[in-house]
């Protein structure tokens, strides 16, 4: 019964590359969320998605950040153009109804912008 | 605006040493507040879910508490194995699922 898969583990970028990070549910898991962790800061909201629909983004970026949920495959944090200040741990946790249950949290990706 | 403050920030206890860790929060009427363990370069595990002022839970040598203005995660007889980072979100009403997290406290126990 594997938990919540996020790939790569570690993805280098230089500035003004894209990055997209991946991201496969538990099994059962229809609800994925995204959280970014800024070096000494907490986790933030980032999106919360379910399939092919964005529910709630308000902790998105206005710009160059992206988020996507299809029918068939993972879920997709994508960044075009990436800056230093995008350099951050992107952890990705799924749910099976949404609110009032806990999140189980895959082991994040590593974002290093050069 | 909804926010969650935890203390202290780091916290270093001897084995065996009790202690408790503060979360207070303020939200516009909370649905659930969330403890999570991180260990270094790995994602948050998750520990309680407490959803009325007055509710306890307990797992092993963790103890989580609530009340309408904060929540504490008492630490029986700690061991080195409990050092972690102690995470802890609230959900508010009509948010979705969303969880607001604090800063965290860094829990280290020595032998």
């Known amino acids: 019964n594997a938990g919540v898969m996020q790939n790569p583990r570690h993805l280098v970028r230089r500035r003004g590359q894209e990055a997209r990070l991946r991201c496969s549910p538990m099994?059962?898991?229809?609800?994925v969320y995204w959280y970014r962790q800024l070096p000494e800061e907490g986790l933030k909201f980032m999106v919360y998605?379910?399939?092919?629909?964005?529910?709630?983004e308000s902790g998105m970026p206005k710009e160059r950040f992206s988020a996507e949920f299809p029918k068939e495959g993972p879920s997709i944090l994508r960044i075009q153009q990436v800056v230093r200040g995008d350099s951050a741990a992107y952890f990705c946790?799924?749910?099976?109804?949404?609110?009032?249950?806990?999140?189980?949290f895959g082991s994040g990706t590593q974002l290093s912008v050069l | 605006e909804d926010q969650v403050t935890q203390s202290p920030e780091a916290l270093r206890l001897q084995e065996g040493e009790s202690s408790s860790l503060n979360c207070s929060y303020t939200?516009?009427?909370?649905?659930?507040l969330f403890w999570y363990r991180q260990d270094p370069g790995k994602g948050p595990e998750f520990l309680f879910t407490?959803?009325?002022a007055g509710e306890e839970k307990e797992k092993e040598r963790l103890k989580a508490t609530l009340t309408k203005k904060e929540s504490f995660l008492h630490i029986t007889a700690p061991k080195p194995e409990d050092s972690a980072t102690y995470l802890c979100?609230?959900?508010?009403?009509?948010?979705?699922?969303?969880?607001?997290f604090g800063q965290g406290t860094e829990l280290s126990v020595k032998p």
């Open positions: 946790a799924s749910g099976r109804s949404g609110p009032n249950e806990k999140l189980f």
């Open positions: 099994k059962g898991h229809s609800h």
């Open positions: 998605l379910q399939k092919e629909n964005i529910i709630d």
């Open positions: 939200v516009s009427g909370l649905r659930g």
């Open positions: 407490l959803y009325s």
């Open positions: 979100a609230v959900q508010a009403q009509n948010q979705g699922g969303k969880l607001i």
